[in-house]
């Protein structure tokens, strides 16, 4: 079975820089790659973007092109989320989770198992 550890969350100021880890154990052959989410106080999970674990391809949602940067390292099975220019917007908890079905997108049903989260809370 498949376990999700996130990582690297914290309090930081406006302007700041964070690199979020997610490390999976139990990977099997069909794991297409990795999807990153989050989720604010009072609203939906939302998608952010995703990696597969073969050939690195990347893909982001609309509004995180520019400020997030995910890559992998398949050797540590680690996936990682680097959030730069962070604004009191991007406070939420960060999740990771495996994506099974051939496709990264922002559709949760997609995605069977969810890590604990990663806390992030950026100050003005």
């Known amino acids: 079975q498949v376990q999700l550890v996130e990582s690297g969350g914290g309090s930081v100021q406006a302007g700041g820089s964070l690199r979020l880890s997610c490390a999976v154990s139990?990977?099997?052959?069909?794991?297409?790659?990795m999807g990153w989410f989050r989720q604010a106080p009072g609203k939906e999970r939302e998608f952010v973007g995703g990696?597969?674990?073969?050939?690195?391809?990347?893909f982001y949602a609309d509004p995180m092109k520019g400020r997030f940067t995910i890559s992998r390292d398949n050797a540590k099975n680690t996936v990682y989320l680097q959030i730069d220019s962070l604004t009191t917007d991007d406070t939420a908890v960060y999740y990771c989770?495996?994506?099974?079905?051939?496709?990264?997108?922002?559709?949760?049903?997609?995605?069977?198992?969810w890590g604990q989260g990663t806390q992030v809370t950026v100050s003005s």
């Open positions: 989770a495996p994506a099974r079905r051939g496709v990264i997108d922002a559709h949760i049903d997609n995605y069977d198992y």
């Open positions: 990696i597969t674990w073969i050939g690195g391809a990347t």
């Open positions: 139990g990977r099997t052959s069909s794991d297409y790659g």
